[in-house]
């Protein structure tokens, strides 16, 4: 077997600090992609370049030979091997490394208008998502709940029932309110159906795009490890992947366009911000605009002051 020489792309957390390895076997396997669950509990996404670049995915063009559930993989600096074979070879990969933070931090008046441009963009693209009617405003005039639920994108009861904690974990954060924030959050987890339910997603985005802002403003939005603790939390109502995937956004470890939409935000381009929707909308069935409603409910509800006192032990949740 020939290994894959040629160019993609390889997350920067694919390896371990020191450019250790990692052992793992393939848990799924799908059309144009497969998951590999290694010992430590990390998922790596393995597929063909058309995929957006995460942290911990490796893609490859082709994305062939395709794995098969159960093979067990081990990864190294050089490549990915299958019973000492080496499949697929690392030297053209380029690293994938989403941006963290906008230093200096744009205006607030810019960084609004890339919100506005952002919604306007969303709203010109065919309802889907649980939280559609949040991101684009429950009267907007272009969407109604017939519109909605077509082709089962959205039915009334999961807007119903996501509308509520979503607006209760924006109340939260607002006050620094973290016990709230928690409760809100767990009610979020699991809502919804897939690998990564709604609610998961939208709690992802929100987790994200708090990171990122707590680091282009140089003060923490979320007291330090409260979004360890409000993963920890929710982690018993949700999927291991999604779970997962929560913690990675907890630490801004998320794919390329929803990075790159925050990026644009805090640097105030509207243009760029609105750019990125397109691609942001591709992302899974419903999980791009689930996060990004996530992500712009939590940065319209960020405090201009300085935090509160309080301590932000999320007691309420830690007794769930």
């Known amino acids: 077997m020939t290994p894959h020489i040629g160019t993609g792309s390889l997350g920067c957390a694919v390896l371990k600090p020191g450019r250790k390895g990692r052992r793992g076997h393939i848990v799924a396997v799908f059309d144009h992609s497969a998951h590999l669950l290694t010992g430590e509990g990390v998922y790596l996404t393995l597929g063909d370049t058309e995929l957006p670049c995460h942290p911990y995915s490796i893609l490859w063009k082709g994305f062939s030979p395709r794995p098969e559930p ?14 000492g074979t080496q499949l697929v070879s690392f030297g053209g ?14 205006r607030a008046s810019s960084r609004e208008r890339a919100l506005s441009a952002t919604r306007k963009a969303v709203a010109g693209l065919s309802p889907k998502g649980a939280f559609y009617l949040l991101l684009v ?4 005039a272009k969407v109604r709940s017939a519109d909605c639920m077509k082709d089962g994108l959205l039915t009334q009861g999961l807007y119903r029932n996501a509308r509520e904690p979503a607006m209760e974990l924006a109340g939260a954060l607002s006050r620094y309110d ?10 979020l987890a699991g809502m919804g159906e897939g690998l990564t339910p709604a609610g998961d997603d939208f709690l992802a985005g929100a987790l994200a795009a708090l990171h990122f802002h707590g680091l282009s403003s140089g003060r923490d939005v979320l007291p330090p490890h409260v979004g360890e603790r409000i993963v920890t ?26 990075a790159e939409w925050l990026y644009a935000v805090h640097s105030g381009d509207a243009e760029g911000a609105a750019g990125w929707v397109s691609a942001i909308a591709c992302l899974g069935h419903t999980s791009g605009l689930d996060a990004l409603s996530g992500m712009i409910l939590a940065l319209q509800n960020i405090p201009g002051k300085s935090h509160g006192q309080n301590s932000g032990h999320c007691e309420t949740c830690l007794r769930s």
């Open 70 to 83: 159960g093979w067990e993989i081990a990864v190294t600096a050089e490549g990915m091997f299958y019973e």
């Open 93 to 106: 990969f380029q690293q994938f490394k989403p941006p963290l933070q906008v230093r200096p931090m744009a």
């Open 137 to 140: 405003g429950d009267s907007s």
């Open 178 to 187: 973290w016990d709230a924030f928690c409760l809100a959050g767990a009610s």
């Open 233 to 258: 939390c929710v982690s018993h109502r949700t999927t291991r992947f999604s779970a997962f995937l929560l913690r990675c956004a907890a630490a801004g470890q998320i794919t390329r366009p929803l």
